[in-house]
């Protein structure tokens, strides 16, 4: 059987990760209409205290995000996202000194203030296509960034989506982009497929069974399914019942190659881990 290498080590500004064990990447939603935990974190009190819980579970990542891009989500302007993001970094950085915080946005200059204010990588959910400033900017920064595959915009992403295959048009999708952040000397990508970012239920779930296919890349490969539909649909429950289902979800997806999670709920993520590091399960 063929086998993959993919690469251990992250450099966020410094700090060695090594993703031999999967890592958990906590979220922390500093918006008022995220689908699951909109309005819990927006203030500063509330954001300290979210993080301090995830990074006690065992979080290696803090994905902090002022921009909702649940189906339907209204844009806010770039000053408003700054304006939300920029001080629950910096009070972050300060009460936390050692933390990863990854900034969850597909604005250029939102990115480049997070990472000057202290955040150490770029996850963003639209893959450089929404701001055709990204790619430059992080080039320039240098620091680890999460590429994702969506499909549409937000607002119409669920009307009907449509592959002729699912799994090569997305391979296609990343091939060009991964190569030429290569090419231009990004040494650390992540590959994140998207589930639920312009894809039905059998799109995402034939994704999750076939994730393995993307180990071709030879990049680690970030799953976020935390309480997603694709769940919620299958268990015929609403976002605030499906912890077991998104732990069933992630314990397949860590199967499958995935090499960070990112969730909602620490301690089960970091959990389902460690159990399948026990198994001496092949991740």
Known sequence: MQTFKSKKYINCKGKLVNLEKPAVMGILNITNDSFFDGGKHNSVDNALFQTEKMLNEGATFIDVGAQSTRPGADMIGQEAELKAAI????????????????IDTFRAEVAKQAIAAGASMINDVSGGEDDPKMFETVINLKVPYILMHKQGDYKTMHHNPTYQNVVTDIMNYFIPKVEYLKQ????????????????????????LIKMDRFKIFELPILVGVSRKKMIQNIIEADAQQALNGTTVVNTIALMKGAKILRVHDVKEAVEAVKIMMQCNVEL
Not at 87 to 102: A, R
């Open 87 to 102: 001080p629950v970094i910096e009070k972050l950085v300060k009460k936390f000194p050692e933390i990863i915080i990854s």
């Open 184 to 207: 231009n000397g990004v040494a650390d990508l992540i590959l994140d497929l998207g589930f639920g970012f312009g894809k039905n239920l059998e799109h995402n779930y034939e994704l």
